[in-house]
Structures are given as structure tokens and as C-alpha cells.
């Protein structure tokens, strides 16, 4: 696995949460079969200060639409199993899978940010969006994005249940250019100071099957179990 980060002015603390983190996050070995083969170049990138993270985009990918944030002040988002953008721009419809960890600062504000997420991460699903674009003889691609969310039966060690967003995409036409819709998967779960995300993306045109999401669930299951420990 590839290392990088990117660095505020050199601190200690910094260097401990970066392998910290590195420590915690997952690792290849990790991966259930069913989300194999994994992209042949990987990375784990540190960063702080940390972006805002978001849980969807909610309405018609135009103007009109907008981000739903992830609540909360969190120190640090660490994220691994990222395709090199060299690697998926020349593959261009690879499958990818992520982990990305907002970590705060004390147990109880991760705790108080997972339960606001629980409640706005049903905002992102019961609705579909649809895009159209003519192609130059004339013929019409049309993909239809469904999205759904819930919650796994099963509690991590933390004591809550992840929470999950699922998207679906259906299409008719054949498909020449414009934008396309991203099938995938993310479950978020909840450990001590952090929370983490599992996002898994199939090849562009194919959506998960009951395997693959179970193999999700799986992995965010493990992931929690680590930071736990």
C-alpha cells in the first residue's frame, strides 16, 4: 500500500493520529472475496485540516441540488483503498472500494454526530433521479438512480447499529456521452472517537447483488472491531 498526506505545520500529535490511523484502518487482508480484486494500486492519504464530508447529494443533479453534511467537528478523515486516479482515468469504469474515517476528539461528540447521521441519512433515499441525454442519431439514453437506506441488525462493539445508503441504477438506450449515475454502496458505523464509512462502487453499469453487500457489511464490521480495540 502507497502512503501520503497531507501536512498542516510538522506536530507530534499529527504523526501519532497519522499512524494511528494507518494502524486502524483496513487492510487488504481484510477484503471478503466477494469485493475482490482490489484496484493493483492503492493509497492511504491523512489530511487535516479535515474537509467536510457528505452523506449524499439530495434532488436532480442541476443547479437545485445540494449536499447533505456530515455533522459535527471532526479532527482528521482518514481514507484507504483509493484506485490512483492514473489507474481509474485510463480504466475509467473500474470498481473501487474506500474506507474513510472522521475521527473527533472525544467518544461522546462522535457518538452525538453518529445519531444526527442516523436521522438525516433517511433524507438521501425513498426517491429516484432520472437523467436523459440525446445521442447524435438521434436515439435517447435515459439512467434511473434509486436510492434506499436502513439500518444492519447487528450492533458493533460500539454498541450502535451502522446505518447504510444504497444506490440502484437502471438504464435504457444506448449510452454515447454525458453524465453518468454511480451505482454503490456505503454503510457508516460507529467506534469510539470515529466514525467510519465503507463505500463500495461496481463497475459502472452493474449494481450489487445481495453478495456484495453482505461482503460490505461484513468488512464495516471488522473495520468498527478495529478501532474499537
Given at each position: ?57 439530495i434532488g436532480a443533479a442541476d443547479d437545485k441540488s445540494k449536499k447533505l453534511p ?160
Amino acid at each position: 500500500m502507497l502512503f501520503g498526506a497531507a501536512f498542516a505545520p510538522a506536530q507530534a500529535s499529527f504523526q501519532d493520529d497519522v499512524i494511528n490511523a494507518a494502524t486502524n484502518m483496513i487492510r487488504k487482508s481484510d477484503v471478503p472475496k466477494a469485493l475482490r480484486p482490489l484496484p493493483k494500486s492503492q493509497s492511504f492519504i491523512s489530511l487535516q485540516p479535515t474537509p467536510r464530508a457528505f452523506l449524499c447529494v439530495i434532488g436532480a443533479a442541476d443547479d437545485k441540488s445540494k449536499k447533505l453534511p456530515i455533522t459535527g467537528k471532526y479532527s482528521q478523515q482518514d481514507v484507504a483503498f483509493v484506485p490512483d486516479i492514473v489507474t481509474l482515468s485510463s480504466i475509467g469504469e473500474g470498481a473501487s472500494l474506500a474506507q474513510a474515517v472522521m475521527q473527533f476528539e472525544r467518544p461522546k461528540a462522535a457518538a452525538k454526530s453518529f445519531a444526527q447521521l442516523a436521522k438525516d441519512i433517511g433524507k438521501c433515499g425513498g426517491g429516484t433521479s432520472t437523467n436523459s441525454h440525446q445521442n447524435t442519431d438521434g436515439s435517447t439514453f435515459t439512467e434511473i438512480q434509486a436510492s434506499t437506506t436502513g439500518t444492519l441488525k447487528t450492533a458493533t462493539d460500539g454498541g450502535e447499529k451502522p446505518v447504510f445508503l444504497l444506490n440502484s441504477v437502471s438504464t435504457s438506450g444506448q449510452y454515447e456521452s454525458g453524465q453518468r449515475f454511480d451505482a454503490g454502496y456505503t454503510v457508516y458505523s460507529l467506534a469510539k472517537n470515529v466514525i467510519s464509512a465503507i463505500t463500495h462502487q461496481p463497475k459502472i453499469g452493474v449494481n450489487l447483488t445481495n453478495k456484495t453487500q453482505k461482503a460490505v457489511d461484513q468488512l464495516s464490521m471488522k473495520a468498527a472491531a478495529r478501532w474499537v480495540s
